[in-house]
Every structure is written in C-alpha cells, then in structure tokens.
C-alpha cells in the first residue's frame, strides 16, 4: 500500500460518478468538475474534513457531496494513480486579493503523460482550469477562460485573465507534499477563526460558459466580461439552490444546523 493509500479507493464507482467510462487525464479533469461540487459545508458546521479515502469515497462519490481543495485533489489524485497516470501532490500559496506572503494552504496536483508535465487542479474554489495546463510559461484557453502559468525561478504562478488584466490566482513550487503536510493544512484551514471557510456557506461550479459561485445567501454568476447577476436568497432559496444548482444532498441533520441567514 503506498503512502496515501490509493488501493481503498473503488474506482469504478468515482468514474460511475464523474461519468467517464474511458479514464484520461484530460476527460478525469473535466469530468470531475463538471460532477462533484466545490463546497465547505461541513468546515461551516464546525467540522475538520476527513481525508482518508474511505471517508472522501462515503462522502463525495456515495453520499454525492462535495468538498474543499483537499478533498477534491486527494480523491482525485489517487484515481489518476489508480488508471496509471503518475501524480505529484502539492501545496500552493493563494495570492488572491493580497500581497502579503500567505501560507501554503492550497493543495494542486502535477500529473505526467506522455513525458510530459500538467498542473491539473479540480479543487480551487475560484476561476478554475477546466481542463490540465501544460506545466510551461504558456495562455491557454478552455470555454471562454483563459489562464497562462509564468515562472519566477523555481515558483510557478498561475493566473487568470479577467475583465480588467490578469489575476494572480496561486504559486507553487515543486516541493513533494506528504500525508503529515496535508493533514496540518487542513486542520489549519478548518480551524483558524479567519478562514474563509468557517465564515459561512461557500458552494461554486466552474462550466465552459460561467461560473455559479453561492457566498452565505449571495448567488452570483460571472462570465469573463465580470458579473452577469447577482442576487441575494432567502433561507429556503438557499438549500433550493445548494441542491438544483449544485448537486449538493444534504441530510436533515446538516440542512437544520446549516449557518444560513
């Protein structure tokens, strides 16, 4: 059994989920993203994540949840491991709205195919790729997104072309992360009182033509031009949209705890 314990993982039923039939690295990606949402419901109810594959199995492919970067990358990584595609785990400082040096709080993945090198990350709860970027300095446009990765010695930055320029999103350096890294971001990132996951609802799908982020009781949907609406909802429009909107199913026991206006 190797490190992260890939081996527990039922990888017929994540493919089942994500709805791929014939695993890639680029159709595992897309198919990913399209399928499990980002969310932090259970940091919100006051709850670390549980990052072992059983539980990251009963939750986001069995119980159809979804997740943070931690979750999302570490499912995901070890289904890439499993059809073969080797997987290097990171961690990335955020640079988003801010200048001061943050922490690696991040996780992203490099996957290699075919000799070649791919940042491939379907947990960021932001402007995602919706597809892997070739790990060199280089634009590269899915949908109507556009990203490009630059390189500052040995730290690589990935940005996002916006309405107004780019936008550093995170840098990462390739450094291998181990089981004992990623257990203390998490818990860092669950239990700091300034996290901006403990600080209400956060729920995002990223689709080739928008995204659909939910912010406590604020939908907003934004395309490349900037925000296309945004309106604020009413308890029950929330767990409405949590559900339509998102595919997140929630028991009654979290719905009735949820922190919602």
Avoid at 22 to 40: C, Q, V, W, Y
Avoid at 71 to 91: I, M
Avoid at 115 to 144: A, F, K, Q
Avoid at 210 to 215: D, H, T
């Amino acid at each position: 059994m190797t490190d992260w314990g890939i081996e527990q993982l039922d990888l017929d039923a994540y493919l089942a989920r994500i709805g791929v039939e014939e695993p890639t690295l680029k159709d595992m990606h897309a198919g990913h993203l399209r399928s499990i949402p980002f969310e932090n419901i259970t940091v919100t109810l006051g709850e670390t994540p549980a990052l072992d594959l059983p539980s990251l199995q009963a939750k986001m492919v069995d119980r159809r949840r979804g997740g943070y970067c931690y979750e999302h990358n570490s499912l995901y990584a070890a289904a890439l491991e499993r059809v073969g595609v080797p997987v290097t785990r990171l961690l990335a400082r955020s640079l988003v709205n801010s200048t001061a040096m943050r922490p690696r709080t991040h996780m992203v993945l490099l996957a290699t195919v075919d000799g070649e090198r791919y940042l491939t990350d379907v947990g960021w709860g932001g402007s995602n790729i919706l597809e892997p970027v070739p790990l060199r300095e280089t634009e590269t446009r899915h949908g109507v997104w556009t990203h490009r990765l630059t390189r500052d010695e040995d730290v690589w930055i990935l940005q996002d072309k916006t309405a107004d320029g780019w936008q550093s999103l995170y840098q990462f350096a390739i450094e291998r992360t181990y089981p004992a890294d990623l257990e203390m971001a998490n818990h860092y990132t669950s239990t700091w009182p300034r996290s901006a996951f403990r600080n209400g609802v956060v729920a995002q799908r990223s689709e080739a033509e928008q995204r659909r982020m939910l912010r406590g009781d604020e939908l907003t949907v934004v395309g490349p031009e900037g925000v296309r609406e945004q309106r604020t909802l009413t308890r029950g429009e929330v767990l409405d949209t949590l559900t339509k909107d998102f595919g997140i199913e929630l028991n009654h026991d979290e719905t009735t705890r949820l922190p919602l206006p």
